[in-house]
Structure formats: C-alpha cells, structure tokens
Nanobody, 125 residues
Framework: VQLQASGGGLVQAGGSLRLSCAAS????????VGWFRQAPGKEREFVTTIKWNSGHTYIADSVKGRFTISKDNAKNTVYLQMNSLKPEDTAVYYC???????????????????WGQGTQVTVSS
C-alpha cells in the first residue's frame, strides 16, 4: 500500500496539530497503520498504531494522554491528533503500514513494510 502523509507544520509549545495518512492503491483493511517519528540525530521512535479491522490501538508512553490515533473507514485515512505539543515532539513523522505485524514487534520500525514520505513537525518553545 502506498501512503501519503500530510498535516505537519510549525506550532508553539502547548499547541495542536493533526496529521493524516491516506492509502492509495488499496485499502487499509487488514493492516496495522501508525506513526513513527525521527528527531535529528536520533533513531526512529514508535509513536502509535491502530489495527484497522479491530480498532485496537497501541501508544508510546511518551505521548500517552496527548496524542490520539483514529481512523476514517470511508476515507481510508488514519489520523494522529497531537495536543499539548512539546519541543521534544519535534521530528519528522512517518506514516507506516503492514499486514504482518505481530504484537511483540508492534513498536519495531522493521516490522512495517510500507512507509510514507514523512512530514515535519516543529514545536517551538
């Protein structure tokens, strides 16, 4: 599946942004879809994912209570609502998808075969 991410930008600390990840070529049915991020000089970090069929979500402790992942079946799109943003949330955010992720590997970037192009999120202090 091809992924198109959008919605990044510059926001002040405490602000909000919503990222979108749209699928093309096929639907998200049967996929685990989510987001990783990578800050300068750091490794890619798991943020959150959602199992399309069940709606079950997984989320990193670092963003729990501030970020929410959701999906729109009709639009074949996954959203990442980011609230109470902090400067440490600054990173390139990547949409990911896979049909073969097992639960023990849900936070591993190598478990996802489809990656979007990345969208920059910058949070100023």
């Amino acid at each position: 599946v091809q992924l198109q991410a959008s919605g990044g930008g510059l926001v002040q600390a405490g602000g909000s942004l919503r990222l979108s990840c749209a699928a093309s070529g096929r639907t998200f049915r049967g996929h685990t879809v989510g987001w990783f991020r990578q800050a300068p000089g750091k490794e890619r970090e798991f943020v959150t994912t959602i199992k399309w069929n069940s709606g079950h979500t997984y989320i990193a402790d670092s963003v729990k209570g501030r970020f929410t992942i959701s999906k729109d079946n009709a639009k074949n799109t996954v959203y990442l609502q980011m609230n109470s943003l902090k400067p440490e949330d600054t990173a390139v955010y990547y949409c990911v998808a896979s049909t073969t992720v097992i639960q023990s590997a849900i936070m591993s970037p190598t478990a996802y075969g489809s990656w979007g192009q990345g969208t920059q999120v910058t949070v100023s202090s």
